[in-house]
């Protein structure tokens, strides 16, 4: 606690769901100390300057990593490495290296950032249906986009947060994985053509990981949190 605020790490927050939760726990009554992490310094002092306008907090910028995707055979390899290194690999040495603060702390709650992509279940079932669209015969297969690495990373990542939902509750630290939903962010490609496609504001998955973070759905320690119109009544999303 810093002048009794409540400390909250988000990384990649200069941009999308990130900003948009660290936008969040500022209009929430309870006090928060930011520490917003950016992979690039230059658009992190510019995510806390758009927010200085709104409210007046204590904010560190920090470095994260991200990627882009390219179509490029020959860099296969390298990026569903990158796609791993992000999303798992980063993911577990930086929680590894906050893990003595978090049970240091007072109410530790733990976040990963899963997607609805990497629920199994759901893979299976849309796979055996016309939503998964027809495949062409042979290789290569034009046309056709998997996002097999990424969705394949967030699975991971789901049993990463298994792990350490394991391994820190004796230590009374609440670990979840939470899946926005389809949003318009940047990351997934243009948010206006994302809108379009039916995407949600990313201030709805803001909302959903504040939620979380206020202690709103403790009784599901353990889980994959998500929003209602997308993984069912219970918010629970299945693996």
């Given at each position: 606690m810093i002048d009794?605020?409540?400390?909250?790490?988000?990384?990649?927050?200069?941009?999308g769901i990130g900003f948009e939760t660290v936008k969040?726990?500022?209009?929430?009554?309870?006090?928060?100390h930011i520490l917003l992490?950016?992979?690039?310094?230059?658009?992190?002092?510019k995510?806390?300057?758009?927010?200085?306008?709104?409210?007046?907090?204590?904010?560190?910028?920090?470095?994260?990593?991200?990627?882009?995707?390219?179509?490029?055979?020959?860099?296969?390899r390298e990026l569903f490495n990158k796609s791993?290194?992000?999303n798992v690999s980063s993911t577990q040495v930086m929680t590894s290296a906050f893990a003595p603060l978090l049970i240091a702390s007072k109410s530790p709650r733990l976040l990963f950032l899963t997607s609805g992509l990497a629920t199994l279940e759901g893979a299976h079932k849309s796979y055996l249906t016309k939503?998964?669209?027809?495949?062409?015969r042979g290789w290569p297969k034009e046309g056709v986009r998997t996002t097999v690495a990424y969705r394949s990373s967030k699975?991971?990542?789901?049993m990463m947060m298994l792990s350490w939902h394991h391994l820190l509750k004796g230590d009374g630290v609440r670990v979840w994985s939470?899946?926005?939903?389809?949003?318009?962010?940047?990351?997934?490609?243009?948010?206006?053509?994302?809108?379009?496609?039916?995407?949600g504001d990313p201030a709805t998955g803001a909302e959903l990981i504040k939620n979380v973070v206020e202690g709103k759905r403790d009784e599901d320690v353990g889980r994959v949190i998500g929003q209602p119109e997308w993984v069912g009544e219970t918010g629970i999303q299945a693996w």
């Open positions: 009794n605020k409540e400390i909250v790490l988000i990384t990649g927050a200069n941009t969040a726990l500022f209009a929430s009554p309870k006090p928060y992490g950016s992979r690039d310094p230059a658009k992190g002092e995510a806390v300057a758009e927010l200085e306008h709104e409210c007046p907090s204590s904010k560190s910028s920090a470095n994260f990593d991200a990627f882009n995707d390219a179509s490029d055979p020959k860099k296969a791993y290194d992000v939503l998964a669209g027809e495949v062409p699975t991971a990542l789901n939470i899946s926005p939903g389809f949003l318009a962010t940047s990351l997934g490609g243009k948010p206006e053509v994302l809108k379009k496609a039916g995407a």
